[in-house]
């Protein structure tokens, strides 16, 4: 860590501060009683000038500060873009660790940490940037290890249906709007997911083969596969963009050698961060559990489970501050 946090404090900026996962990150840092020295809210553009809370306090989103951001701590990043990849530029111009929920560019060497599952995978020394997994991962991954605790897994395949909200408020605001398109017989606005999504279903890869898309499904099966230590013929994840507004959810068939037995399985969904009960995402009302439903087998040894989860706040957020405060505390340990 600089010079500029104490014993027991941190320089943070978060850059993003405006979006739904910047206003989670927010939440949690206040909520965990994070030891801040200081904390500055940074962005470009239309963000620059807004007013945000933080713990009850307003605070202004100022334009990127180079020199600050050398000297920060830790940097989390609440969107990705030009303004991310120019954050983390200069921040690796001091001693800082970025906190990367968004995979704001290439994943390279970076560690992929998901506190529930392989925080023992966060290198002694300080790293430059902690990648923190896309939330399908981070839910799937933490179900899927306490599911099995004691048995390896051999395989894994999911169906997984994404919300708008993903997209962030845009996402949100195209979805709705859509929607009253289609129930008015009037326009119905394009210009984010330029396809219909309102009453529809989009794969990912073919909004990534031609709408240009980032490629979701590779992301998910390349950051599966690393957090569970599996080997990318045990992953097979497909992903949906469905009409929902907000939550995650999956349907998953996952192979244990040996099997758990079901009544082990009931016992484990008690285990938090998990809850059991048949849930939607219309029902999820921002849960930071993940709520598991016991479908049994298939008569082929393979477990099946329903899985929801909130798209931000348990599998984004949450794991990003955790993420930093284990960051700290490794900093603290080799004073």
């Given at each position: 860590m600089t010079a500029t946090a104490s014993a027991q404090r941190a320089?943070?900026?978060l850059v993003g501060a405006t979006t739904l996962l910047g206003e989670e990150i927010r939440r949690q840092l206040?909520?965990?009683n994070f030891p801040l020295l200081q904390i500055t809210m940074m962005g470009e553009g239309d963000e620059v000038g807004q007013i945000v809370d933080y713990a009850g306090e307003a605070r202004l989103v100022t334009e990127l500060d180079p020199d600050r951001l050398s000297r920060a701590d830790l940097l989390f990043l609440g969107a990705r873009g030009d303004t991310a990849r120019r954050a983390l530029d200069a921040l690796r111009r001091g001693q800082g660790v970025a906190i990367d929920?968004?995979?704001?560019?290439?994943?390279?060497?970076?560690?992929l940490i998901n506190m529930e599952v392989n925080a023992a995978a966060l290198?002694?020394?300080?790293?430059?940037?902690?990648r923190s997994p896309h939330p399908v991962v981070q839910a799937l991954s933490t179900v899927l290890a306490v599911m099995g605790a004691g048995a390896r897994l051999q395989s894994v395949t999911a169906t997984v249906l994404t919300p708008a909200s993903d997209a962030g408020e845009p996402g949100i605001d195209e979805l709705f709007r859509q929607t009253a398109g289609a129930l008015n017989f009037t326009d119905k606005p394009m210009a984010l997911f330029q396809r219909q999504v309102a009453f529809n279903a989009v794969p990912h890869a073919l909004l990534h083969?031609?709408?240009?898309?980032?490629?979701?499904?590779?992301?998910?099966?390349?950051?599966t596969s690393m957090v569970l230590g599996l080997a990318?013929?045990?992953?097979?994840?497909?992903?949906?963009l469905v009409p929902v507004f907000h939550g995650t959810s999956m349907m998953v068939s996952a192979l244990y050698d040996p099997r758990p037995p079901l009544a082990q399985c009931r016992e484990r969904l008690a285990r938090r961060p998990l809850a059991c009960g048949p849930m939607t995402p219309a029902e999820l009302e921002e849960s930071e559990a993940i709520h598991v439903t016991l479908l049994g087998d298939d008569g082929s040894g393979r477990l099946g489970l329903w899985v929801v989860a909130d798209n931000l706040r348990g599998p984004g957020a949450l794991n990003s501050v955790r993420?930093?405060?284990?960051?700290?505390?490794?900093a603290r340990s080799r004073r």
């Open positions: 320089e943070v900026v206040a909520a965990r929920p968004v995979e704001a560019e290439a994943p390279g060497q970076d560690p290198p002694p020394r300080r790293p430059l940037r902690v083969a031609q709408q240009g898309w980032p490629d979701l499904d590779a992301r998910l099966h390349a950051e990318p013929e045990q992953v097979e994840l497909r992903a949906v993420i930093a405060e284990a960051v700290l505390d490794a």
